[in-house]
């Protein structure tokens, strides 16, 4: 099986190229690796073509296939896709599933068609989201658990004990990537929204918000449902707490990001700006 890798990305201050994990172990065990900047690239579909792979998997690729690549292997292309099909097809599949509230998610293997995370799935697994998950903490279990899925999908194709079966009509959402604008605070919104716009957020792209009229990101915050004294954006600082109002009850700031400086405590960083009485955040 093989597949192309992203090409190498810079890195760092000083921006060097450099290559992702999977072409390192790939470099390491002798293996070609073929970096295409466009899938559709006549010199990569040549050399696919004259290695002939029986089945190419795919995860992350974050490109479309174009139907030249996708008629070269006998047995397809399968993707590793993070949500339970047809739920969540898109990009920013974990991301999504945090923020719209969901309590279960999971992994799709599926047959690759040229339609939007369409094709048939092969196999699943399914992953709680707790209560505090980030999407870097939800991300970093699926990929454990999506590995074995997908190394169980591959052999399951090589010894034909395996059939794709096509997804459902009913229950397709749509995951777009989560732009800067998405992630932007709207304080008027409940804070269990608020809470899960962040969580989702992070670590990439980092939800956020405006005081004094700089961007301040938050890293982490929690819903305080004793706080309902609060109007949306009003912010409330004590020795050790900082509490911003939503449309509902408050949410505790945890750790926030000041523009041009690192992530700290929100009570740090309160005490060093001097919160004034009637402030607020996203004027």
Known sequence: ACGPARPDAPAG???????????????EAG????RPVKPRDPEFL?????????????????????????????????????????????AAPVQHAIMAGDEITGASTFLIEEGLDSGPVYGTVTEEI????????????????????????MDGIEDGTLKAVPQPADGITLAPKVSVADARVDWSAPALRVDRLVRG?????????????????????????????????????GKNN????????????????????????AADWARGVRIGAEETVGG
């Not at 795919?58 to 339970?84: K, Q, T």
């Not at 707790?130 to 999908?153: C, I, N």
Request: glycine share 8%; aromatic share 6%.
């Open 201 to 237: 957020c992070a670590p990439a792209p980092g939800a956020w918000t405006t005081f004094r009229g700089e961007r301040l990101k938050l890293v982490q915050v929690t819903p305080a449902p004793d706080r309902t004294d609060l109007v949306p954006g009003r912010l409330a600082a």
């Open 46 to 90: 040549e050399r696919l073509r004259e290695i002939a792979p029986d089945c190419c998997p795919v995860v992350a690729y974050g490109a479309l296939l174009p139907r030249a690549a996708l008629d070269i292997p006998d047995r397809g292309w399968v993707n590793l896709h993070f949500s339970l099909l047809p739920a969540w097809r898109g």
């Open 130 to 153: 707790r209560p505090t998950d980030t999407s870097g903490d939800l991300l970093t279990r699926l990929a454990f658990a999506g590995a074995g899925l997908l190394a169980a999908t």
């Open 13 to 27: 201050r000083g921006r060097r190229l450099v290559a992702s994990p999977v072409a390192e172990r790939a470099q």
């Open 242 to 265: 900082v509490y911003a109002g939503t449309g509902s009850h408050a949410v505790e700031l945890l750790w926030v990001q000041p523009q041009g400086k690192k992530p700290m405590r």
């Open 31 to 34: 293996i070609e690796i073929l």
